[in-house]
Every structure is written in C-alpha cells, then in structure tokens.
C-alpha cells in the first residue's frame, strides 16, 4: 500500500519518450496478459476483438508490448503474431521468463537455466521473431518444495543468450534492490518490471535506484490488476475527484500519476477493450497539477 513518500516532483510526462535499450520506445505501451481467457487462460472470449486491440495499438502509436508464452500459455503471443506479423520496424516485443502454467492455471516457477532458454526459444518461435528486443528475468516468491537455482545461474544464462543474440536486453522482473545490484555487477540491464502503482509503493526505493542508473522502469498492475479482490486505483475517492476536475477517466489519472512520478517509467496497462486502449493512450494528454498530486498521495 502507499507509504509516505511525497509526489511532489517535477512534471515528467513532457518527455513521451524512453530508452528500453537500444529502442527509444513511446513511454505508453501495452501489456498483452488480459488477452487471452479468463485467469490468463485459454483462448479469448472474442478472438476478433483480442486482434482489433492489439492492431489499434499499434495503429496509435504503441511500440513496446509486453508478453509472455505462459499468458494462455501461448495464447498472448500467437495473437499479437496474428494480429501484427510482419512486425512494423521498432516495435519492442518484450518478454518474461521464469515461469510456467500448471493445470489448474498456478504459475509455478520454472528458473533453472535450461528452462530459461527453453522458454525464450519458444516465445521466438511463437512470436516468429529471432531476436526479442528485452526479456524479463522473473524472480518468483518463494514456493514450498521449490528451490531456485542461485541468481547467477540464471543470469549466466540470460547473459549466454544475450551472447548469442536471442535477446537485445536483459531485464528483471519481481527483483529485489540487492537482486538488482547483484546483476548490475555482473551485466547490463535495460528494464525492471515490478509491481507497482499509486496504491501499492512498495518498490519505490528500487524504482528510485532505476532512475539513477538510468533504467526503465515497467510497473505491472499500474492500475491495480484484473485479479479479483485487489484494490482497483479507479475505485479510489481521490483518483476520481482529481479525474472529475480534468475531465478524464480515473484510469487516466492513476497513469498520468506513474508517468510523472518518474521519468524512466514506461506504461505498460493491460486491456481487452479497444475502448479502455484508447482511454489509456489517452492519458498522454492528462497533466496533474501540485494540488492534485497533494490529493493523490493521500490515498493509503
Ligand atoms: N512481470 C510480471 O510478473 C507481471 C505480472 C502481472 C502483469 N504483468 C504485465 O503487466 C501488464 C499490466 O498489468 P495487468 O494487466 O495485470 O493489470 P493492470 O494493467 O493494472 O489492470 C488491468 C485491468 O484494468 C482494466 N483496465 C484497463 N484499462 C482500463 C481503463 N481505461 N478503464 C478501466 N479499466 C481498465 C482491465 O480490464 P479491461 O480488459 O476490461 O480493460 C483489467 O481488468 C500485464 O498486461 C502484463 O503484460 C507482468
């Protein structure tokens, strides 16, 4: 939940832009894991509307889109391969590794290196690229019975398919701040995908670290998650008396907030609705004032 740290920062929504890499990429991308069926499993509802989404996208100016073969499985990345291939040039297709799907739809931990490679092989194959412009290490929570292999095992691993030019960027996903320092010592990472949003500040200390070494930062759940049970940031008193006064949507307001708060943040909302991409794009267009920030950071 929000802690105490102020917002009271400079307005950095100015700068539409960031480096994921070696791709300056639009700082409002997409995240493709509300694509397939319900619980990220199966196919769509409407696979016709999944396609329109991502097309439309695209069509707006999005060119970071973050994926992963374990959404459906496999049902994330053969819709945007429908949908968008032959990929337009620069759009930065960015996956995660270090999980599978169970059956009942768990997402138990797959970090040994092999299945490491294993995966970025398959999100290759589905995607239809040969090279994925960044994939994201995803460190999973401890899980009873499951001992991960060390950290280093499994960025030496990151690192081999670097060399071998599967991947253009390494990046980190549900990383702690030593995890991160532990990589920077060993190699160069391009992005750092935690969750995180006006609700839930937990990681502001290693997005601040990422600010200094100039990493983007990709908070997931930015607008609070599709997971039932979890607090919805356009659910919050503040977020919509704020939203009320610009003439935008609450969801606008919890992303304009994430696109000042830092200048490395890049979006990337999930959406199964070409209604709610529009509105997310949209929130380029949204800049929040001294007092609305006062407002927002009292939210807890
Ligand atoms: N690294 C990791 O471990 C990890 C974990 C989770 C997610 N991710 C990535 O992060 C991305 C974002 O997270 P997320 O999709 O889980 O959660 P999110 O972006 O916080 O929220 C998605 C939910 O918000 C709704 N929504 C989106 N735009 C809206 C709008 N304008 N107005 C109202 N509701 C709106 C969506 O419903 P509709 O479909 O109806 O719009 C969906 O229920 C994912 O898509 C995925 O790519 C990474």
């Known amino acids: 939940m929000a802690d105490s740290t102020t917002s009271a920062q400079p307005d950095t929504s100015s700068s539409d832009t960031y480096d994921l890499g070696a791709l300056t990429v639009h700082r409002i991308g997409f995240g493709a894991m509300q694509l397939p069926g319900r619980g990220v499993m199966g196919p769509p509802r409407d696979r016709d509307a999944a396609v329109a989404v991502l097309r439309r996208a695209v069509e707006l100016g999005v060119d970071h889109i973050d994926t992963a073969q374990f959404y459906g499985p496999d ?9 968008l291939h032959p990929y337009p040039e620069g759009l930065a297709l960015v996956s995660k590794v270090g999980a599978r799907r169970d059956a009942k739809g768990g997402w138990p931990p797959a970090q040994l290196p092999a299945e490491l490679r294993e995966d970025v092989h398959a999100n290759l194959r589905s995607l239809g690229v040969e090279q994925l412009a960044a994939v994201n290490l ?64 937990t990681h502001e200390e290693l997005l601040q670290r990422c ?42 307001v919890g992303l304009a907030w994430l696109l000042q708060h830092a200048p490395n943040v890049l979006l990337i909302p999930g959406t ?9 794009l949209g929130t380029a267009g949204v800049t929040l004032s001294a007092e609305d920030l006062a407002e927002l950071d009292t939210i807890s």
């Open 75 to 83: 049902v994330a990345n053969e819709l945007i391969r429908e949908a």
């Open 138 to 201: 995803r460190i999973t929570d401890p899980v009873p019975h499951y001992t991960p292999p060390p950290l280093e095992d499994q960025l030496a691993e990151m690192l081999a398919m670097q060399d071998e030019g599967l991947i253009a960027g390494i990046g980190l996903s549900s990383v702690t701040l030593e995890q991160l320092d532990t990589a920077l010592g060993q190699m160069d990472i391009v992005c750092v995908q935690n969750a995180y949003s006006i609700l839930d500040r």
């Open 211 to 252: 600010v200094a070494e100039e990493i983007a930062f990709v908070p997931f759940f930015p607008l609070g998650s599709a997971f039932p049970g979890m607090p919805k940031v356009a659910d919050q008193p503040q977020v919509k008396a704020v939203a009320e006064r610009h003439g935008a949507t609450p969801a606008q």
């Open 272 to 280: 199964s609705s070409v209604t709610h991409l529009e509105e997310n």
